[in-house]
């Protein structure tokens, strides 16, 4: 059967909008051309920061024919019933139609027989429509005409059977053409068909398909890793993005400055993540990061990338420079203080639920309640609730947000190894994790928050950094008693004082992520054998948010 093949050459797209717009450019065209009788089966997409587009390998020539009766209205219908069936129907009066009688009276009937159009045709028609409703999350307008796509549209390449088909919309070109290479090769490539285009496009530097990128990277790095003795830290997250900045992804292996490695691993590698879009390499003996980075370019480099490794090095320098002052700052104070308290009462939790602090104070009440049931120390699970949020008002969190939790940890073990352990205290000093505890539940808020030199200890750094998970679906569930008593607390004083402030999640809107929480809480419950009854556990902890006009 013929091929059709459509290629959206433009400006750069956004990473992130890439494999997006490969699935809503299959569907609209799934829709549109089977509304007008098309059918097929293999459909290939694909896209580049410069192209979108896709193949149909088995479209028939025309659209099948159409030999249909359609019921109309009864006869003696209002007016604007029968001209409504005459337009569905393509009828031009009334006598146009059919009478036919059955059981409930008479009706009128429309014999429609309509040869199947031309396949190129409907193309034409359907194509301009697709390309002006596309659902960009964020799309603009450029030169003089209305037409809004996400970055500057600059061809529309469409072959059927190996012709070209022009495609008219708001003075956008149109040819069976495409360009290589932005500097390696920029010349037009004439296009007659998909596998042709493949071939002339890799031969001008680009990889047009999504996988087969993402293969290059993936082997490139381990490859280079090996090679030297080391091992490429994973992040398939920054995989998919550099997937969709490379048409010719080419591997760079830099140095960093290896004094940088006293700094927590988590934020040296989200700052070449986030900013620099580098993979961190470690040391596959130790399993701590090596002063090494590895990069894709979209170019060869005629230095075999030298220059822009050192230039690398120097850009991600300064971002760590910034980072080791931020993390030093907060290290002179305990993770714990009035100041940071003080700040927290400061932060909007909700305008209905009260501040950061307010939120902690009902985790640690709940979270006590909850140690009947988890098995978790009372002690340990109450110093943890105190520490939890404390992070997020410290100088390195509010430069990377996505380490709350995980520098709350580092602060409390850094206080740790500085801190001398307690007179007479022993190895257990910070008390087990899976001793019974005295109720305290209703005792005076005078913890002891300092690290105090124990076993216990591990357990509270572990939970200030692991009560926000499970993140996602494919994120691990906290295991150690401590946490996850705190991780349930935290899941579970979100759902329930947001649904009594009736701040619940709909069929479009979750703007809470309030179905997240739920799930996690539930994973965590199941993987941790945690049976809890809900309607008598929830009353205690939430009396201070009834005395405030909260309804419970």
């Avoid at 307010?358 to 049931?373: F, G, I």
């Amino acid at each position: 059967m013929p091929e059709l093949f459509i290629e959206l050459f433009s400006e750069e797209i956004p990473a992130r909008m890439q494999k997006r717009a490969e699935e809503d450019l299959d569907k609209l065209i799934y829709e549109k051309l089977g509304a007008r009788g098309l059918k097929w089966t293999v459909s290939t997409t694909f896209s580049s920061p410069r192209r979108l587009g896709l193949c149909i390998a088995d479209l028939p020539a025309k659209a099948t024919d159409v030999n249909e009766e359609r019921k109309g209205p009864r006869v003696g219908a209002p007016d604007a019933a029968v001209q409504g069936f005459l337009k569905s129907a393509g009828l031009k009066a009334i006598s146009e139609a059919q009478v036919v009688e059955d059981k409930k009276g008479a009706f009128y009937v429309a014999r429609i027989e309509r040869a199947g159009e031309a396949t190129a045709a409907i193309v034409q028609q359907v194509l301009p429509e697709i390309i002006r409703q596309f659902p960009w999350p964020k799309s603009m307008r450029s030169g003089d005409g209305d037409l809004q796509w996400v970055r500057p549209l600059h061809n529309v390449c469409c072959v059927f059977d190996g012709r070209e088909v022009k495609i008219a919309v708001d003075g956008v070109g149109s040819e069976a053409a495409t360009w290589g290479h932005r500097f390696h090769t920029p010349a037009k490539i004439a296009v007659t068909s998909f596998e042709q285009w493949d071939r002339d496009l890799r031969a001008a530097k680009v990889i047009p398909f999504r996988g087969n990128r993402r293969d290059y990277i993936v082997d490139a790095a381990k490859k280079a890793c090996a090679e030297r003795g080391l091992e490429w830290v994973e992040d398939q997250g920054l995989v998919e993005e550099v997937v969709g900045l490379c048409e010719w992804p080419r591997i760079i292996f830099g140095d960093m400055d290896a004094a940088f490695l006293d700094l927590p691993a988590e934020v040296i590698r989200l700052s070449m993540r986030t900013h620099q879009k580098y993979f961190a390499v470690r040391d596959p003996k130790t399993k701590k990061l090596a002063p090494h980075f590895i990069a894709f370019a979209n170019i060869e480099a005629k230095d075999g990338g030298k220059a822009i490794a050192a230039g690398n090095r120097r850009v991600l320098s300064a971002r760590l420079n910034d980072a080791r002052f931020f993390w030093e700052t907060d290290k002179k104070t305990p993770l714990f203080t009035e100041e940071r308290k003080e700040k927290l009462k400061k932060i909007v939790f909700h305008q209905k639920l009260g501040s950061v602090w307010d939120k902690v104070t009902r985790v640690r009440a709940l979270a006590a309640e909850l140690c009947a049931v988890t098995g978790a120390d009372l002690t340990l699970v109450e110093r943890a609730a105190d520490l939890c949020k404390m992070d997020l008002v410290t100088e390195t969190v509010g430069e990377f947000p996505e380490l709350q939790g995980q520098i709350g940890r580092e602060l409390y073990l850094a206080e740790l190894n500085t801190s001398p352990p307690p007179r007479g205290a022993g190895a257990g000093g910070g008390g087990r994790a899976n001793a019974p505890a005295p109720d305290r539940r209703n005792a005076p808020h005078s913890p002891t928050l300092a690290p105090q030199g124990g076993e216990g200890d591990q357990s509270v750094a572990i939970a200030i950094e692991d009560h926000y998970r499970p993140l996602g679906p494919n994120d691990r569930v906290p295991t150690d008693k401590v946490a996850v008593t705190l991780a349930l607390a935290d899941k579970l004083d979100t759902l329930v004082t947001f649904f009594m402030i009736d701040e619940r999640p709909t069929g479009s809107s979750d703007p809470y992520a309030l179905r997240r929480m739920a799930l996690g809480f539930v994973r965590i419950a199941i993987q941790q054998n945690v049976r809890l009854p809900l309607r008598v556990r929830l009353r205690s902890p939430y009396a201070q948010a009834s005395a405030q006009g909260i309804r419970v």
